[in-house]
């Protein structure tokens, strides 16, 4: 399997280093684009294969990762040659499969994807969308993705709120984590150790709900005991607007992407 890597940035560098470290790909077979090739030496030094031509790059490769910015994708992929049978998955915030599949081609299977930062650390959440490919074809999309987190697909015009609810969710999530720390800080801990229960607490929350399958309230039930204390926090922010101000967040992020 060789695949390249057009926009060796914040993204497609998470991608390539995480790839490489899931062993899914040899680093030597994965080859990363960008026009100040020398931003990403450091790649080469660990195997990669770095190279400023996108043609050179997309060459005999099974699949083609794009991770330019939105307004380059046009015109960096009008340049590229690619070949029937090549697979493209754009990363690329906002711009629709009708288009790319224009721009890549005819012959060429195409696909989004919608990654968030936690790739860095292959732990993100991956939203894939694609329309009529090959079952193969798919499944290899998301086994690659499965090597940097979880993935999932989803019907394209979700797209934008996958983004919201996924990369977007990240910096929601991290508001939390902050908040909880600065109150555990007022309550006794220390910076760092506040920040180390919070972390761990919030992890060890999303692995009870993924593997138990339960709704948050039933594990809600399971930790507030009448007139306890946990109840008695809970409705204080609720008394506060949490539920609210978290769902008027995430559709003011929707409502702005939307514009
Ligand atoms: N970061 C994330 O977690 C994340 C999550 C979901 C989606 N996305 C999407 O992924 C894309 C990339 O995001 P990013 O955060 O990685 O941005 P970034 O760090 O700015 O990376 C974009 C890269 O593209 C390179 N580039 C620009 N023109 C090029 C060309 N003609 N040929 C080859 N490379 C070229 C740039 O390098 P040079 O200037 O040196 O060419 C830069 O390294 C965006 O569309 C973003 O919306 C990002």
């Known amino acids: 399997m060789k695949i390249a890597i057009i926009g060796g940035g914040n993204l497609g560098s998470s991608i390539a280093s995480g790839l490489a470290a899931s062993r899914f790909v040899d680093a030597k077979n994965i080859r990363i684009t960008r026009r100040n090739v020398q931003m990403i030496q450091h790649l080469k030094e660990k195997g990669f294969q770095i190279t400023n031509d996108n043609n050179k790059a997309v060459k005999g490769a099974d699949v083609v990762i794009l991770a330019v910015k939105p307004f380059q994708a046009k015109e960096v992929l009008e340049q590229i040659h690619l070949t029937q049978g090549q697979i493209l998955v754009s ?22 994807a919608m990654p968030n930062t936690a790739i860095a650390v292959r732990k993100s959440m991956t939203c894939i969308a694609h329309g ?110 949490f539920s609210s101000a978290v769902i008027k967040g995430l559709t003011a992020s929707y409502d702005k992407i939307l514009e």
């Open 91 to 112: 990363t690329v915030t906002g711009v629709w499969l009708r288009d790319l599949t224009i721009w890549a081609g005819a012959g060429i299977e195409v696909f989004r």
């Open 132 to 241: 009529k490919v090959q079952a193969a074809s798919a499944e290899l999309v998301c086994n690659l993705f499965n090597q940097l987190g979880s993935s999932v697909v989803i019907d394209e015009k979700l797209m934008d709120a996958a983004t919201v609810v996924g990369a977007c969710g990240i910096a929601y999530v991290m508001r939390f984590i902050r908040a909880c720390t600065q109150g555990g800080i007022q309550i006794g801990f220390s910076a760092q150790q506040a920040a180390l229960i919070v972390e761990h607490t919030v992890n060890g929350a999303a692995a009870l709900l993924l593997e138990n399958s339960t709704h948050p309230e039933q594990e809600i039930d399971k930790v507030t005991t009448p007139r306890g204390c946990t109840i008695a926090g809970l409705n204080e922010m609720e008394h506060y607007g």
